[in-house]
Nanobody
């Protein structure tokens, strides 16, 4: 079955960097779009960055210029490089796979219901 496993979260000071990884298994990784979401308690899950099967990327306004989403099809890994972190980036980060009927995804109007598989999440805390 489809499995997604995030890693790389942790605690970092403002201005620091982290790289999240999401290892995928159980399906043909290269043909699905994927995305990173984040969530803090009491708030809706927020789309952060997306990447289509062809490598086209999109970002939320709050992370544009600081975060980079990428993937390695040969290793079946999705990445999120996060630079210049600040307190507003503190959240649990999730990777998600698009549902088979979703060919392309962008952050504007992104819906969690368009994704059929989720990782367990990894916590990112930005604090001095």
């Amino acid at each position: 079955q489809v499995q997604l496993a995030e890693s790389g979260g942790g605690s970092v000071q403002p201005g620091g960097s982290l790289r999240l990884s999401c290892v995928a298994s159980g399906y043909t990784f290269s043909v699905f779009c994927m995305a990173w979401f984040r969530q803090i308690p009491g708030k809706e899950r927020e789309g952060v960055a997306s990447i289509d099967a062809d490598g086209t990327t999109d970002y939320g306004d709050s992370v544009k210029g600081r975060f980079t989403v990428s993937k390695d099809n040969s290793k079946r890994v999705l990445y999120l490089q996060m630079n210049d972190l600040n307190g507003d980036d503190t959240a649990t980060y999730y990777c998600a796979r698009c549902s088979p009927d979703v060919v392309t995804v962008t952050i504007t109007g992104i819906r969690p219901s368009d994704f059929d598989s989720w990782g367990q999440g990894t916590q990112v805390t930005v604090s001095s």
